[in-house]
């Protein structure tokens, strides 16, 4: 049985993010092909034996509801512990940072009638394959009132603390005027030991749409690749029923990545391919990020560009960005114009 309560804040608003989730939270951003962002903190924690989780949306959360589902495909659905979906009863005024006190007391019940004595609070913007018995372990050899996970002295905004700790923090929030335990972490004036413990894998923080894009793009690196999805903690996700990708004759595809479903007939270069995606005949796709259901048209130029889920480029269309500013086209963009930035 776990120690350890897993608490995922998915209330945080990212301006920087705001092409990819004007429609959805930012914990239900498309990743690497096939998954979301939140796939991977919620496998880091059941592949740590966390078996209770907690999940505190914010808003536009029909998305993410609709691809964690009961918690299946993360073997959450449970009858005793399991998977806990905590939308807000209201919305704090508070703009508040990871590990809102004000959005855990509407749900304070939850915290008191959980057997587990520690409790890990974690973002869900963070992409990376991280131990986390191992940072918990850490925790009680140092006997730390929290611990700030880190990754090359940055923080991941993911902390361990006992669950006792927590409700007393909660409870004591309008005297004590701390918002958040991310803000009693940064703050100076207190008791508490506050440690560190540094995970050394690869780290991703998606905060703009450029770490988007840069970080997508390094995924068609092998190293990279095996540091995020090695094969002893594998990252689940929603599971969805697609053929096979259907290439024709025509079609070359090089050093991508080209999830089910997707019917090719033009040329993909360095790119990443979600399912169900179509690419029409004498198109031409380098670096770029096409989410589920796009459709590319015939005879189209893309460069530097990421299409959000069911775009459609007309036939003959040319777009392109840069590495350092992708062109964005936002959910269901119907795009006929030619666009070079």
Known sequence: MSRLLGVIDATNVINGLQDLSLNRSVASIPFAGRYRFIDFILSNMVNSGVDSIA??????????MDHIGSGKNW???????????????????????????ARFEQHLDYFKRSHQDYVFIANSYVITNI??????????????DITELV???????????????????IEDRKN????????????????YKIGSYQHNGYTATMDSIEAYYRHSMKLLDASVWNQLFPTDRPVFTKVKDEPPTRYSTDAIVTNSMVANGAVIKGKVDASII???????????????I?????????????????LDKDVRVLDGVTLKGSPDKPLVLRKGTVREMAVSM
């Open 55 to 64: 999940i505190f949306p914010k808003h536009q959360y029909r998305s993410l």
């Open 75 to 101: 073997d959450l659905d449970r009858k005793k512990d399991g998977l806990f979906f905590f939308p807000p009863y209201f919305e704090p005024n508070e703009n508040s940072t990871v590990g809102s006190f």
């Open 131 to 144: 131990d986390i018995e191992e940072a918990l372990a850490e925790h009680l050899i140092h006997d730390h």
């Open 151 to 169: 990754n090359h002295s940055q923080s991941l905004d993911m902390y361990i603390l006992k669950k006792s700790l927590l409700i007393d923090l």
């Open 176 to 191: 004590s005027q701390f918002i958040s335990v991310a803000d009693v972490v940064t703050q100076p004036l207190h008791n």
């Open 274 to 288: 979600s399912r169900a995606v179509k690419i029409g005949k004498g198109s031409h796709v380098t670096n770029c």
């Open 290 to 306: 096409v989410m589920q259901k796009s459709q590319i048209g015939e005879g189209c130029t893309l460069e530097h560009v990421i």
